[in-house]
């Protein structure tokens, strides 16, 4: 696959931001009264939902500063909520007055974040919620239809189906044409209509001729680059490219009723899961309606950068480093330098096993490239017998040198 920087691409930013942000509540799903997977989520009217529409004006909005933060912490990519599921885009579109546009902030965010990223590096994506719970033709959600069930929805007419399609494509179509390269489109929402509704070959077809390196994620059925576990990392790695998306607390959009906030810790424990098994980690942030990042996630995105700063080289453009039996941890590599992931405490020392014994030229701590005392051993006959016999490696490792996130020794293999 060409697209090979997302196979390595380890961090990215998601952004889940939209009007009613304004309002504190997590995005869009309060609309429809909730959902079980979001346990902090409101039920709000519809109509006071979408009321913040007409007056969004984050004067705090400051994509350059969120692009230096995602720099900070070494994300090679950052993907923003351009429309959700309320159906408010945060770009200028002809399709609709439902846009920034007709607000008093008026400018396209969507153009203003691409610009700063991209100035930073990091590739660009967009999220698009394909369901549209405001647009007439969906047709929009109403009152009356709480409680939302998956199984009983509002479905259009066919006529209706058809003016929806066509807007939706053309919206994807102004995304796609009017801001330079987009690396990812993020679909989302498609579970409300049948893959035949969605016309997901054709979709597919237009974004590929749009843009031909794009990578699509797996929530346009049938047509994803990669697969998108949503708040877990899979227990075994899946086959293919993937990408686990986090929250920092348990909400998507800025929602001041969810103090429930993972450690900066757990957070870069994840991290090192994640590089460990090959995938990408794309940790969410929620902007409040100015356009600040909250404190709290503020607080551990420096954490994770802090940390990073010491240690990125044992996550960014790695691969998988050893089976789960060779060391308890996740691992990771880089040519002959393996990376080893202390999610625990050691006591004394810690065994790799399976390894080339005879090869391990050194062993050092990452964070300061102190070096580390070891001892080997293998079969007793291998160690006579075969000049490059596979063995277990136990390595000292004093306290004095535990990182209070994660500890990253490296062993040098010659
Ligand atoms: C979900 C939710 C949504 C969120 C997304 C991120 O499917 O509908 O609110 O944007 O997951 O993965």
């Given at each position: ?100 546009a007709s607000t008093p902030y008026k400018k396209d965010i969507v153009r ?303």
């Amino acid at each position: 696959m060409m697209n090979n920087w997302f196979n390595t691409a380890r961090l990215g930013m998601f952004v889940h931001w939209g009007h009613s942000s304004q309002q504190e509540c997590e995005l869009s799903w309060p609309l429809v009264g909730g959902v079980f997977s979001l346990p902090f989520c409101q039920d709000i009217p519809v109509e006071k939902y979408h009321s913040t529409a007409d007056n969004f004006n984050p004067q705090q909005y400051n994509p350059q500063e969120w692009a230096y933060l995602a720099k900070s912490l070494g994300m090679k990519y950052a993907i923003l909520t351009a429309k959700h599921h309320d159906g408010f885009a945060l770009f200028h579109t002809q399709e609709s007055d439902f846009s920034i546009a007709s607000t008093p902030y008026k400018k396209d965010i969507v153009r203003e974040f691409i610009d700063a990223m991209r100035s930073e590096g990091l590739r660009i994506g967009l999220y698009f919620s394909l369901s549209d719970w405001h647009h007439p033709d969906y047709p929009a959600f109403t009152e009356a239809d709480k409680p939302y069930r998956f199984d009983k929805l509002p479905q259009p007419t066919p006529q209706q189906w058809e003016r929806y399609l066509q807007f939706l494509c053309n919206q994807i179509r102004e995304l796609l044409s009017n801001y330079g390269q987009i690396d990812i489109i993020w679909f989302d929402g498609s579970w409300e209509r049948t893959l035949e509704q969605w016309q997901v070959q054709e979709l597919a077809k237009i974004i590929r001729e749009l843009q031909p390196n794009i990578l699509i994620n797996d929530r346009l059925p049938n047509c994803g680059d990669f697969a998108t576990p949503e708040q877990f990392i899979p227990s075994h790695p899946p086959a293919h490219l993937w990408e686990t998306c986090l929250t920092i607390n348990e909400s998507w959009g800025y929602n001041s009723d969810d103090h429930c906030f993972k450690s900066s810790r757990q957070l870069i424990h994840t991290l090192c899961e994640v590089a460990g098994k090959g995938g990408n980690l794309l940790l969410n942030v929620s902007p409040m309606g100015n356009g600040q990042i909250p404190p709290e996630q503020l607080e551990r995105l420096k954490d994770i950068a802090d940390w990073m700063s010491q240690h990125s080289e044992s996550i960014l453009d790695t691969m998988p480093g050893l089976e789960p039996w060779q060391f308890y941890g996740p691992s990771t590599r880089k040519g002959n330098r393996l990376y080893l992931h202390l999610l625990m405490q050691p006591y004394e020392t810690i065994s790799v096993r399976g390894i080339p014994i005879k090869q391990v030229k050194s062993v050092s701590v990452l964070a300061d490239g102190t070096p580390l005392n070891f001892t080997s051993r293998c079969a007793i006959m291998d160690s006579l017998l075969n000049p490059n016999p596979l063995g277990e490696l136990t390595i000292d490792v004093p306290e004095s040198l535990i990182n209070p996130y994660v500890t990253v020794i490296y062993i040098d293999i010659e």
